[in-house]
């Protein structure tokens, strides 16, 4: 059976209501499994995992983005992690008998039909991307939110799909398609955000860091501490535990220690052979976090 996975990152991580209520559209969906859900108040943020056949979860995904888009207003958004609309990212990741390809071929009908659907600027990213340049993710996102109006104005950003008008209320969207991608955060005993971003300089591949690594230092405002927030593109390269020990190195040096770790969203068995939730001080691990448990 051809499974495939979906991952949207939604631009609300406050209101539980709201969060709520796109993973009750998703539970009520034929034939796809809701695997995870999480909020984050600092980040603003809301992750979901789902997975199932590809035109399930196609179908899926348009449920979940008419109802985020029905109630989150970008106009009053704000949090620490980069964004570009209510519908922030939709990334579909091939399982079971799909081919990247194929996740590739649904994530350019999706991203057409949430265009004429929603009248929202789409681009493509990952191996999805239509256009070299905006393979990257953060490339998209560069500038964020507040300055995307004007970045439209560039004939190089004229939307993959949909007007090349900016939506205020709902922004603009990411749809891309790739591999596994682990979101990894690691938060530090301390309130000092220029050490985070150091750490996250150091270590991410853009700043010559670990390869296949993604990092930024943000500041948890509810907790008082700072993270080093991190995605691992390929942990078959650069593991969890590599990157556990050199943020804790790099801490180490500068007296802080390591509060605790998390796991947003799932990660598949295979990126725990060489350590243990414990070792990696995940706050909120259980086997339920571990994507072949569900299959």
């Known amino acids: 059976m051809k499974i495939i996975e979906c991952v949207p990152n939604f631009s609300e991580g406050r209101d539980k209501k709201k969060v709520d209520g796109i993973a009750n559209v998703l539970l009520k969906m034929p034939r796809i499994n809701l695997l995870d859900y999480s909020m984050d108040a600092d980040h603003n943020r809301s992750v979901f995992t789902f997975a199932g056949p590809p035109d399930a979860v196609r179908q899926g995904a348009m449920a979940a983005c008419d109802q985020a888009l029905a109630v989150i207003d970008m106009r009053i958004h704000n949090g620490v992690h980069p964004r570009i609309g209510a519908v922030d990212i939709v990334p579909f990741i091939p399982l079971a008998e799909v081919k990247m390809n194929d996740a590739i071929d649904v994530a350019h009908q999706f991203g057409r039909d949430l265009a004429e659907k929603h009248h929202v600027p789409v681009y493509f990213y990952g191996d999805a991307a239509i256009v070299l340049q905006r393979k990257e993710l953060s490339v998209i996102r560069r500038g964020g939110y507040e300055n995307f109006k004007e970045k439209m104005k560039d004939p190089l950003w004229i939307p993959d799909a949909g007007p090349s008008i900016f939506n205020e209320m709902s922004g603009a969207s990411a749809v891309g398609a790739r591999i596994q991608l682990i979101a990894f955060n690691i938060n530090l005993k301390t309130s000092d955000l220029n050490l985070a971003k150091a750490i996250a300089r150091s270590?991410?591949?853009s700043g010559g860091g670990l390869q296949y690594v993604?990092?930024?230092?943000?500041?948890?405002?509810?907790?008082?501490v700072v993270q080093v927030s991190m995605n691992l593109t390929d942990y078959r390269q650069t593991s969890m535990r590599a990157v556990f020990d050199e943020v804790t190195k790099k801490a180490s040096e500068q007296g802080v220690e390591v509060l605790e770790a998390e796991l947003i969203g799932l990660a598949p068995r295979a990126a725990f052979k060489d350590t243990t939730s414990d070792y990696l001080r995940l706050s909120n691990f259980s086997e339920e976090k571990i994507l072949e448990t569900h299959f």
């Open 214 to 224: 993604k990092a930024m230092g943000v500041p948890l405002k509810s907790r008082n």
């Open 203 to 205: 270590i991410r591949e």
